[in-house]
């Protein structure tokens, strides 16, 4: 079974990898100017903070949920 977030992992990877992988391109967020990761994307970004905020979701308080 798929997890949720298998799918876009999959799909597109941030900046910050896309670099490690000597992909030339700017690995900063195209929202805020940041160094784009999978948790800058997901909840570090002001503008995912904002659909957060929005979403009639609980989250923890802690964002990092395990991630690197």
Known sequence: MERPLDSFSNSSEPGERLVERHIPMDPKCLRCGEIESIAH?????????????????????DTSMGLP
């Open 41 to 61: 994307l997901l909840f570090q970004c002001p503008f995912a903070q904002t659909v957060w905020r929005m979403a009639p979701l609980k989250i923890p308080s």
